[in-house]
């Protein structure tokens, strides 16, 4: 060492006294520099081996909708005759939303009863006429014949009166559900609609966190899960939820991928709103009081450094458990306050030693 010192010296006097050659001088003087005196260990970041707590997540995004949501059509064309909600109104079970001008309905069904009655008296008529015999006893074939015509026409008369009772009691929308009203195609009433014309109830007290998670993670999440969920709305507060239910078939997502509906119950708040958006830690796996590692000091083949007291390094292989974010859970390999390099690749090679 004192004679490389001693050769850096006299180069350093060459320099000042050949000022010609000083430049080339100046950049070997640098090199031998480098190698002489490399960066010092002292550099390294390090980090003690510690106990704690290591807790696996799946984490995604999801949004707030309602397990009871019903959208309510009418399923035959008319004019609104009666519209008795707005958006945002509160409603019952089975309370009336909007009914079509029955006036047409009600005029059909009386004639169809009307025919229905008039039917009913040739029934009988034709069946005294035959002996009150059925087709199954008549005869002879024609009267047969015109015992199954008597029937036929009754059952159509039947069948008239019930098609009209039905349009009349399909120009009345209820709602099966109790929630709010949060869509109105119609306005006003005395306009004409279609059966495309929607009105929606959302319960309330039925919402829910789902979120998308893809397949490659779906394996690992289970009912009764842990779920932290931050709403964008409300940053400052995690809810703390539970895995409710996952989706027995897949679904693509806008991006191409394939994934499964996860979700948890939320707890009734008015200020809750479907459609509101998002971050979800849904917790699979926890592992207390364990040996930790940072999971930057961990490389490919699962190995570390591991600093001696003399100040060098030791490769060591590490037997690893459940992995964070940023933690990993060490099963064999170091032991409690051992240190290790937090980022292996920052460890000079001269400080390197092996076991």
Do not use: C, W
């Not at 035959?76 to 009914?99: H, R």
């Not at 051992?338 to 090679?349: L, Y």
């Amino acid at each position: 060492m004192d004679k490389l010192k001693n050769t850096l010296s006299g180069l350093k006097k060459l320099i000042l006294s050949h000022k010609k050659i000083s430049l080339i001088l100046l950049i070997i003087f640098i090199v031998i520099a480098l190698i002489i005196y490399p960066k010092s260990s002292g550099q390294v970041q390090i980090v003690k081996v510690t106990r704690g707590d290591v807790v696996r997540t799946v984490s995604v995004t999801g949004s707030i909708a309602a397990d009871k949501q019903v959208d309510l059509t009418f399923q035959i064309a008319g004019t609104l005759a009666y519209l008795g909600v707005k958006k945002g109104d509160s409603v019952n079970a089975y309370q009336t939303i909007a009914t079509l001008d029955q006036r047409t309905a009600e005029k059909n069904l009386q004639q169809a009863l009307i025919n229905y009655d008039e039917q009913r008296i040739s029934f009988d008529e034709t069946n005294q006429a035959n002996q009150n015999r059925t087709p199954d006893t008549a005869l002879n074939q024609s009267m047969h014949d015109v015992l199954m015509n008597n029937q036929y026409d009754l059952n159509k008369a039947v069948i008239s009166v019930q098609l009209q009772d039905l349009a009349n009691q399909l120009s009345v929308l209820t709602t099966p559900i109790s929630g709010i009203v949060t869509r109105t195609d119609a306005v006003t009433a005395g306009v004409n609609i279609t059966p495309l014309t929607t009105f929606t109830v959302t319960d309330p007290n039925s919402l829910n966190f789902s979120m998308d998670v893809d397949e490659s993670d779906i394996g690992n999440v289970k009912v009764g899960q842990d779920v932290n969920v931050a709403l964008d709305a409300f940053p400052n507060t995690t809810l703390r939820l539970k895995v409710k239910s996952i989706d027995f078939v897949s679904h693509q997502t806008s991006s191409g991928g394939t994934a499964f509906t996860v979700k948890t119950d939320l707890p009734y708040n008015d200020s809750y709103r479907v459609g509101m958006s998002g971050n979800a830690d849904i917790i699979t796996e926890v592992k207390k009081n364990v040996l930790t590692i940072p999971l930057s000091s961990v490389m490919d083949d699962n190995t570390v450094f591991v600093q001696k007291p003399k100040g060098y390094f030791v490769k060591t292989k590490v037997n690893l458990g459940v992995q964070s974010d940023i933690m990993e859970q060490v099963i064999s390999g170091l032991s409690d306050g051992e240190v290790v390099a937090v980022d292996p690749s920052s460890v000079p090679q001269q400080d390197i030693r092996k076991q």
